[in-house]
C-alpha cells in the first residue's frame, strides 16, 4: 500500500496562464527542461482564425449552424496545435459562441500545472457574436 502526503505548496502563474510546478524548484539543476508548447503563435493563429471566420456574421438560431461553426473552430485550432508541436502533448478546445446582447462579459482562466503545460483564451466579438477559444496543451507522459 501506498502512502501519500500532503503538503502545502505554491505556485507562480506566468503571463500566459500557465502556471510552474509547485515542487520546480526542488528539481536537480542536471534534469533535463521540458519544451513549453508555443502559445504565441497559436494565439496569432486563433485571432486570424476567428476574424476571417466570424467577420460579417450574426447570431443564428439555427442550432446546427452554430454548432457547426464551432465544430469547425475547435477542430481547426486542434489541428494548427498539433501542427506547433505535433507529440508529448494532449490537447483540449474548448469553443463558446453567444449572442451578443450588449452584456459585459469577462473570459479568463486558472491553471496550476507543470511549467511545459500551457494554456490560452482568445475572446472575439462583434455586434452580434461573442466567441471565446480556450485551449490547453498538457504535457504527456
Given at each position: 500500500m501506498t502512502s501519500l502526503s500532503m503538503r502545502p505548496s505554491s505556485t507562480t502563474t506566468s503571463a500566459n496562464g500557465g502556471a510552474s510546478s509547485p515542487n520546480s524548484s526542488s528539481l536537480p539543476s542536471s534534469s533535463p527542461s521540458r519544451p513549453k508548447f508555443d502559445t504565441t503563435q497559436l494565439s496569432s493563429y486563433v485571432q486570424k482564425l476567428l476574424t476571417s471566420l466570424l467577420t460579417g456574421k450574426t447570431w443564428d438560431q439555427d442550432k446546427d449552424r452554430s454548432r457547426s461553426l464551432v465544430q469547425e473552430i475547435g477542430a481547426r485550432v486542434k489541428e494548427r496545435m498539433l501542427v506547433i508541436e505535433p507529440t508529448g502533448f494532449k490537447f483540449i478546445v474548448i469553443v463558446n459562441l453567444n449572442e451578443n446582447l450588449g452584456?459585459?462579459?469577462?473570459?479568463?482562466?486558472?491553471?496550476?500545472?507543470?511549467?511545459?503545460?500551457?494554456?490560452?483564451?482568445?475572446l472575439w466579438s462583434n455586434d452580434s457574436l461573442v466567441c471565446v477559444v480556450s485551449a490547453f496543451a498538457v504535457r504527456c507522459y
Open positions: 452584456q459585459g462579459g469577462r473570459a479568463g482562466m486558472s491553471s496550476h500545472w507543470e511549467e511545459s503545460d500551457q494554456s490560452l483564451t482568445e
